[in-house]
Nanobody, 130 residues
Framework: QVQLVESGGGSVQAGGSLRLSCTASEFAASKYYDNYYMAWFRQAPGKEREGVATIQRSRGNTYYADSVKGRFTASQDNAKNTMDLQMNNLKPEDTAMYYC???????????????????WGQGTQVTVSS
């Protein structure tokens, strides 16, 4: 069973930074792990889930939603089996629950549609105050 665990959420003022981490310990032991895309999504109350960034595990290529380009950076640490999201210059509209997800067939270029991702973490809350 694939288990993804997010950490690093919290509260910050606008303009501040946070770093989220997604741990995939047992999943990382799978021989299929490197075939996956690992992504970050977010969902604010009353809004649809929005794709933020995705990483092609095998090559490390990253793709971002326009709303976060230049502010957020996704990366992976293969030694720790984690995927991180560095969020800088945070805005109140970034407030949401952030989820880590894994998907195998997400298209080319890779999709940030939630329907394309198969496995999900429980989420970590990010709150940005003005």
């Amino acid at each position: 069973q694939v288990q993804l665990v997010e950490s690093g959420g919290g509260s910050v003022q606008a303009g501040g930074s946070l770093r989220l981490s997604c741990t995939a310990s047992e999943f990382a032991a799978s021989k299929y792990y490197d075939n996956y895309y690992m992504a970050w999504f977010r969902q604010a109350p009353g809004k649809e889930r929005e794709g933020v960034a995705t990483i092609q595990r095998s090559r490390g290529n990253t793709y971002y939603a326009d709303s976060v380009k230049g502010r957020f950076t996704a990366s992976q640490d293969n030694a720790k089996n984690t995927m991180d999201l560095q969020m800088n210059n945070l805005k109140p509209e970034d407030t949401a629950m952030y989820y880590c997800a894994a998907g195998l067939y997400v298209g080319d270029p890779p999709s940030l549609r939630s329907s394309e991702y198969n496995y999900w973490g429980q989420g970590t809350q990010v709150t940005v105050s003005s």
